[in-house]
């Protein structure tokens, strides 16, 4: 069966720009040139809600600067945050005429291409490139034009990916001021050139000053304002913002009146230019650009924002489970549509994107709003769940639909099966535990054997509960890549055999690949690689309890003081140890204790095959005034860990008072010195880590401080049940040898399982709707989706390694007939090139196209 379908590939892409065709010879004869930016920075929520946002902060910023516009001919306004005007146009129908007015005459220019001023660490890059997709798409339908920057006043430390996210969404500038509140490293320039993981750069103004400052002089001649530039090609420049801040509005009257006249000052030394955002990047040339001073790595800050990483974890939680759920009923939804199944409903996912997208705002994702204002944010994560779960399962029932469903034939008077169809949303393919609640005509068999249809035989199974009509049941499944497989779930009287290689005590567990043992404490006392002959651990690895006293910013920072010293107390027992789990696919023992009045039950699986062991936490947190961390004491020994900025990787050095809380994304790696071995920490919802010795790694699970005067509400942070997993996952050489990234994702995107009804379908037992042929897991496919305004369908393909991939093929279920390249942000680029019906593409290092 051959079906026509066009591809996508995204690729980033550097325009060439120009602002005259000016020599460097002339350029250097001209005044420098400040670009002042006019900006009313709005907190969607801080010390209020939304609420307040929508019924006062974004109508005054609109209508207050609609009045400046009226008075000073000359003034240019600048504002972030598409949601903003989503919700002034919803709001204020009856002015959005006048906004597209000024919009389109250039006195309203629109700052930051995404739809909200978002905090860069916690999102994963997927989210933000989605930022810009959703942000631009709307000012593109709505004004005819788009900003070209990310444009982050108040945010709270950036990533060593955002410049390559950045320039793959076709961004050109960058802009903050927050590095003054306290850099890790000393800020590198004023303006300059800002390289990114891949190579790709942004023009970046990183000492803006202060975004509520008031003009009270004229600048031109302030040495104040204009001393900090830095030369372009002959001709220096500079970048200032003034304006208001947080609540929104507009800048007072007064500082108008003084930019006016510092504009019209022609006798000053320097020009000044009541710029856009993006004004300097796009008037700068390519020759200016080279002239530029370069810097390459992130540009966190030291103290402030560290507690941004682990605040509010059950939102972060949340949030990440909205990326990968998205994700995974995007590729579900190409799948049905292809099959012949309901069309793929882009408005309602894109709905329920921009509706978690939004809180990923830099006071709320980060944890640090008021408690009122995370009612709103938990139920919008909630409902954004809900309606990716929905057009998820009605994805798979659609493919399902096409999919051969009839049961084993068995012999008469035996139970007939029940289909399940298994969905494998990463695009690897793969044999790892399914989880499935089966329901059968009453009573509940006392076993269940699973059948894979595709091979007729059967797999490892156990039953893990069973209720009167449902049996809640564990099977290992191979399924390919992007892919949905049917099993068939029988009733049995025998029960399965213990698996192979699998063995578990009230005291130690064991698999082919690992001999876990615990302490008399309940910890984790050593976890012997069997693959490798080597143990993994050098002590315990525990669950550490810190004094968490911040006075000044509570949910904001951790302090160094905090953390580098020895912790006040641990998770130590009693410990009651139970055996969940004793069969054929996985064995797991269940370790109870309390310690500071908080509770702690955790699962520690092993499944057969399994490459990693996984510890599932349960946590009733009941500890105020505490830092909690889980701490691991390697055999690897080094200086230096790898660190997952889900775009990229960056290795930091051993803990110091300038860096010592750090963000990453699902995964963390030793890799000892002698390049022998390593050992990485894979997680699943957590953000914060640190790394006080050559061989302890240490994962941040919740952040709960004491205030002194200030914000004092936030002692009561993270208190309440958590759930989350994070694992150990040995290897030898290093974490590319190891296949980390891979190990990482199929943590974070499990199988799924789907009961359905048996039937026949055209499309046989399994369906696989990419392959890719790069080895060892280096070229991961992000995203996979219909293009938000043409048939087209995307794909999004990223290098892993750190390494050039040259020459990848990538196939999909039906041959590919045409291919061309946009960016993150779906607009054009250029042509891809196919061969023999695949996709044929190279890749630099840790690029994303």
């Known amino acids: 069966m051959r079906i026509a379908r066009s591809f996508l590939l995204i690729i980033a892409a550097i325009a060439v720009l120009t602002f005259g065709a000016r020599g460097q010879e002339q350029a250097a004869q001209e005044k420098p040139v400040l670009y002042v930016v006019s900006n009313s920075h709005l907190d969607t929520q801080w ?48 002015a959005w005429a006048t906004l597209q007015k000024y919009v389109d005459s250039d006195r309203w220019r629109l700052a930051g291409s995404w739809v909200n001023a978002v905090d860069t660490n916690v999102p994963s890059p997927e989210s933000l490139m989605r930022q810009a997709l959703y942000g631009k798409r709307f000012y593109r339908q709505e004004f005819g034009k788009v900003s070209h920057d990310i444009y982050l006043p108040d945010c709270f430390g950036f990533g060593f990916a955002l410049p390559s996210i950045g320039t793959h969404c076709g961004l050109k500038a960058f802009s903050t001021q927050k590095l003054s509140w306290g850099a890790a490293l000393p800020t590198p320039f004023a303006v300059g050139l800002w390289k990114g993981v891949d190579g790709s750069s942004l023009v970046a103004s990183i000492r803006g000053g202060d975004y509520t400052a008031r003009l009270r002089t004229d600048i031109s001649t302030d040495p104040k304002w204009n001393a900090d530039l830095v030369d372009a090609g002959g001709r220096k420049v500079g970048f200032r913002y003034f304006g208001v801040g947080d609540v929104g509005g507009a800048p007072d009257a007064e500082s108008v009146g003084w930019l006016e006249k510092a504009m019209a000052n022609d006798r000053a030394p320097v020009v000044v230019r009541n710029a856009s955002a993006d004004q300097l990047a796009r008037d700068m040339t390519e020759a200016g650009k080279a002239t530029l001073p370069v810097y390459e790595g992130e540009l966190l800050l030291k103290t402030h924002g560290v507690g941004c990483y682990t605040s509010q974890a059950a939102l972060k939680a949340w949030n990440r489970r909205n990326e990968l759920l998205a994700d995974a009923a995007e590729r579900a939804s190409v799948a049905a549509e292809w099959v012949g199944g309901p069309a793929y409903p882009r408005e309602r996912l894109r709905t329920a994107w921009i509706r978690f997208l939004w809180h990923q705002f830099h006071d709320d994702l980060t944890g640090t709003s008021i408690p009122q204002a995370y009612q709103f944010s938990w139920n919008d994560q909630l409902l954004s769940l809900n309606q990716f779960s929905s057009v998820l399962t009605g994805a798979v029932r659609a493919v399902a639909s096409g999919l051969d469903t009839r049961p084993e034939q068995r012999a008469a008077r035996q139970r007939e099966g029940v289909p399940i169809v298994v969905f494998n949303p990463i695009a690897q393919s793969r044999t790892d535990p399914v989880e499935a609640s089966v329901r059968f005509p009453s009573p509940a068999p006392a076993a269940v054997r699973l059948v894979d249809m595709d091979t007729g035989e059967a797999v490892p199974a156990q039953v893990l509960s069973r209720s009167a009509g449902e049996v809640k049941v564990l099977f290992l499944a191979t399924v390919p890549a992007v892919g949905f497989k049917v099993f068939d779930a ?56 810190f004094d968490n006293y911040s006075p000044s910013w509570p949910a904001w920072e951790i302090l160094w003081n905090s953390v580098s010293g020895a912790p006040r107390a641990r998770a130590r027992g009693p410990a009651k140890v139970t055996i969940l789990e004793r069969g054929p696919v996985r064995v797991a023992l269940r370790v109870a204790r309390t310690a500071g009045g908080s509770t702690f039950v955790q699962t520690i699986r092993l499944s057969r095959g399994g490459d990693r062991v996984d510890v599932e936490t349960d946590v009733d947190w009941r500890t105020p005034g505490t830092l909690l961390k889980a701490s691991f004491p390697l055999t690897a020994s080094n200086r230096k860990a790898t660190y997952d900025l889900g775009l990229g ?66 002692s009561s942070n993270d208190l ?28 974070n995107q499990p199988p799924l399982a789907f009961q359905t009804d048996p039937h026949p379908g055209p499309f046989g037992r399994q369906l696989g709707l990419i392959q890719i042929d790069a080895a060892g897991g280096q070229v991961a496919v992000r995203a996979i989706k219909k293009a938000e305004d043409s048939d087209e369908l995307v794909v999004r393909v990223q290098e892993t390694h750190g390494k050039p991939a040259a020459a990848v093929g990538l196939g999909c279920a039906a041959p590919v007939l045409e291919a061309r390249e946009i960016t993150g942000a779906e607009e054009p680029v250029g042509a891809a090139r196919i061969e023999s019906g695949r996709l044929v593409f190279d890749l630099k290092p840790y690029q994303p196209r």
Do not use: C
Not at 663 to 686: C, E, F, M, Y
């Open 47 to 94: 010390n209020w809600t939304v609420q307040d946002s929508i019924r006062q902060f974004v109508p005054a910023t609109f209508y207050d600067n609609f009045k400046l516009f009226e008075r000073f001919p000359n003034y240019v306004f600048n504002f972030e945050g598409a949601i903003h005007y989503m919700w002034f146009k919803e709001y204020h129908p009856d």
């Open 490 to 545: 029988q009733p049995s009287a025998a029960t399965p055999a213990r698996g192979a290689g699998l063995s578990v005590t009230a005291a130690s567990l064991s698999n082919e690949r690992y001999t876990v043992k615990l302490d008399a404490a309940g910890d984790i006392a050593s976890v012997f690689d069997k693959q490798l002959r080597l143990e993994l651990l050098k002590g315990p690895a525990r669950l550490l309890m």
């Open 649 to 714: 990787t960056i290795e930091r050095e051993n803990a110091n008072e300038n860096l010592y809380e750090v963000p990453a994304q699902q995964w963390a790696d030793v890799t000892d010195t002698a390049g022998r071995h390593g050992v990485a920490i894979l997680n699943d919802s957590k953000y914060g880590w640190d790394k006080p010795a050559d061989n302890e790694l240490r994962l941040t699970l919740l952040h709960t401080p004491t205030p002194r005067t200030s914000f004092v509400y936030q």
């Open 720 to 747: 309440g049940r958590h759930r989350f997993t994070y694992a150990l996952a040995g290897h030898g050489g290093d974490w590319r040898e190891g296949e980390v990234p891979s190990r990482a994702a199929r943590l």
